[in-house]
């Protein structure tokens, strides 16, 4: 059974910066997709970053430059360095997983239980 388990989320001060991990168990595909996602009261979930197992990465506009995207070398964990946070990075944030179902060559997604990030002005 695939499980994402997030941590790191808190207050922090704008200007300020916080590591969010994202730890993943249950799984031995190889092929596969990590980021992070983000939702603020009543908006909808948007992508945040996101890196392949070959460590391509992608940002949102919105926090290209400040935020980075990382994996470890198991590629079971994944990070995401948020600095210089402003106000409206306010959410919570959701590690997700996506990976390559070789049989049906689809993928399939998995999501952690979220993270609250506070950043007051």
């Known amino acids: 059974q695939v499980q994402l388990v997030e941590s790191g989320g808190g207050l922090v001060q704008a200007g300020g910066s916080l590591r969010l991990s994202c730890a993943i168990s249950?799984?031995?595909?190889?092929?596969?997709?990590m980021g992070w996602y983000r939702q603020a009261p009543g908006k909808q979930r948007e992508l945040v970053a996101q890196?392949?197992?070959?460590?391509?990465?992608k940002y949102a506009d919105s926090v290209q430059g400040r935020f980075t995207i990382s994996t470890n070398n198991a590629k079971n964990s994944v990070y995401l360095q948020m600095n210089s946070l402003k106000p409206e990075d306010a959410a919570v944030y959701y590690c997700?997983?996506?990976?390559?179902?070789?049989?049906?060559?689809?993928?399939?997604?998995?999501w952690g239980q979220g993270t609250q990030v506070t950043v007051s002005s």
């Open positions: 997700n997983l996506r990976l390559l179902v070789r049989a049906t060559m689809r993928w399939d997604d998995y």
């Open positions: 249950g799984t031995i595909s190889s092929t596969r997709i």
């Open positions: 890196i392949t197992g070959g460590g391509s990465t």
